[in-house]
């Protein structure tokens, strides 16, 4: 069997940083990363990012040596990616802080208010359901993500999580201010403006969790395998015939209830941005299926059907 050497170096400053003899052919990039660490263990696998050129793509843990346009002499460029941190733990420091921000000012917990105000309730119906239904939207992200998520990349740039920190908890403290504030004043509708939006808001949880589940179906426990989603016999997964990511669309929903339902202007900002921000992420998504899949359903959009 022809073995296979490969140079590693560095994609900045073209140093060499490794040479590992007698490559297997059938080693995947996964297999040569834990190599490289054994000679710089500084350099964890997630942290690494090897490419064929210094400024081209990185290649995929799952590639295969042999399959890739080198020689029996390959060599393979390297770039710190930096200190990562595994989305598990991401994910529940981005939900729990909002969670326990907004029951603080739910609370009315000493120096927010005042000293008058201190462990005070609100008389107005809408702020406990305010409440209630926040909460639970967290909670419910806090369990999907021990429960339901199944993630195609383990980790993530330490960096990221002080910014998607201070995106949630920054957020969740500024509408909570204000909703739970003693000169607080209820939507001007009412009792049915608020009905609509918990009805609102209770359907697109409802869609968001279906669809949550319908992805995890769709990728069996650590796969990294990509499939077509469809729709189920789950009414809330046939959001699939019009969109590409309807988890997106069901979250914005969701804000968008809230934001009526409470009628106060951080809520409404919050849906705004997230809704840009999943705008993004789901024409990213929208566009990796039509380049992966040949056959997939041309009438979908990617967030909003028809539209966009």
Not at 229 to 251: A, H, I, M, R
Request: hydrophobic letters at 40%; a positive charge; glycine letters at 4%.
């Amino acid at each position: 069997m022809k073995h296979y050497e490969v140079e590693i170096r560095d994609a900045k400053t073209r140093e060499k940083l490794c040479f590992l003899d007698k490559v297997e052919p059938q080693a995947t990039i996964s297999e040569i990363k834990t190599l490289f660490t054994k000679t710089h263990p500084q350099w964890y696998p997630a942290r690494q990012s090897l490419r064929l050129d210094p400024k081209g793509k990185s290649l995929k843990d799952e590639d295969v040596l042999q399959k890739l346009p080198v020689g029996t002499t390959a060599t393979l460029y390297f770039r710190d990616l930096g200190a990562q941190i595994s989305w598990v733990t991401v994910f529940l420091t981005e939900y729990a802080g909002p969670l326990f921000i907004y029951l603080l000012f739910y609370f009315r917990v000493p120096f927010i208010y005042g000293r008058k105000y201190d462990f005070t309730s609100s008389r107005h119906t809408v702020v406990h359901l305010a409440c209630m239904c926040h909460s639970f939207h967290y909670i419910k992200r806090l369990l999907e993500t021990l429960f339901v998520h199944r993630f195609s990349h383990g980790t993530m740039p330490l960096r990221n999580i002080f910014k998607n920190c201070t995106y949630y908890w920054g957020f969740a403290a500024w509408m909570a201010y204000y909703i739970n504030h003693p000169l607080y004043t209820p939507p001007t509708y009412g009792v049915q403006q608020v009905k609509l939006a918990l009805a609102i808001f209770v359907i697109c949880q409802l869609g968001n969790f279906s669809i949550h589940m319908a992805l995890r179906d769709l990728r069996p426990a650590g796969s990294k395998t990509r499939k077509i989603p469809y729709p189920t016999k789950n009414p809330f997964t046939w959001l699939f015939l019009l969109v590409s990511c309807p988890n997106y669309t069901y979250e914005v929903g969701s804000w968008i209830g809230f934001a009526i339902m409470t009628q106060c202007v951080p809520v409404a900002l919050f849906s705004l941005v997230g809704f840009t921000q999943m705008t993004i992420w789901a024409k990213g998504k929208h566009r990796s299926y039509l380049k992966e899949f040949r056959d997939y359903p041309p009438l979908r959009m990617p967030i909003i059907p028809f539209l966009l």
